[in-house]
Structure formats: C-alpha cells, structure tokens
C-alpha cells in the first residue's frame, strides 16, 4: 500500500521560514513525479511544485522562495519555504504520479495516483 505522510506545517510569522517534508513507502519512489500543493481556505486546490530526478518545476507564486528536493534514500521529499507571505498559508498536500507527470505538466492539475493527507501551514502578518 503506497503511503505518503506530511510533516512539518507550522504557524509563522511572514518573512519567516519553513521546510516540509513527504515520507514516501509502500514501493520504490525513484522513477516518479513527487509534487507538493496547497489549498487555502475557498480555494481550489493548486500545484506548487515537482521533482523528477534532477528536473524541478515551481508555480510562479513561489519561484524564488520555495525549492523542492528529495532524498531517494530517505525515502523522503522536502519543501523548503522562505520569506513566507500571508498568502502562503494553506494546507499543503504531497502527491506522487508516474515520471510523465512531470514531463507531460500534467502534474500541474493535480491529477496524481497518491496523496498524502496535508499539513497546515499559517503564515500570520
């Protein structure tokens, strides 16, 4: 059973900083597409970023504040967030798909096979 856990939401002030992180189990991670992405309250659901390999893919919200990375033998993606925003705050949800969810940008829709069950994440001005 593929399982994906969220850690690492907390209550911050803006400007501050945050890293995230998706433990992955259930079968081998190495060849697929992990994302992060995040909901706000009477939001739809959005993508915030992607990891293939060496290949990384940022929403324009976020690029040059957040920076995905995983740790294949962690088992383990983190996100890392600075100069947190008031807008930033969110549930923040793990997915994983097949590695063409990254090429394709269908990862971008949220249409991922897995899901972690989110972590909240408040950003207070």
């Known amino acids: 059973q593929v399982q994906l856990l969220e850690s690492g939401g907390s209550t911050v002030e803006a400007g501050g900083s945050l890293r995230l992180s998706c433990v992955r189990s259930?079968?081998?991670?190495?060849?697929?597409?992990m994302g992060w992405y995040r909901q706000a309250p009477g939001k739809e659901r959005e993508g915030v970023a992607a990891?293939?390999?060496?290949?990384?893919y940022y929403a324009d919200s976020v690029k040059g504040r957040f920076t995905i990375s995983e740790d294949n033998a962690a088992d383990t993606v983190y996100l890392q967030m600075d100069n947190l925003k008031p807008e930033d705050t969110a549930v923040y949800y793990c997915?994983?798909?097949?590695?063409?969810?990254?090429?394709?940008?269908?990862?971008?829709?949220?249409?991922?096979?897995?899901w972690g069950k989110g972590t909240l994440v408040a950003i207070s001005s």
């Open positions: 997915g994983a798909d097949r590695a063409s969810a990254c090429f394709t940008g269908s990862w971008w829709s949220g249409s991922m096979d897995y």
């Open positions: 259930g079968y081998t991670f190495s060849n697929y597409c």
């Open positions: 990891i293939y390999t060496e290949h990384t």
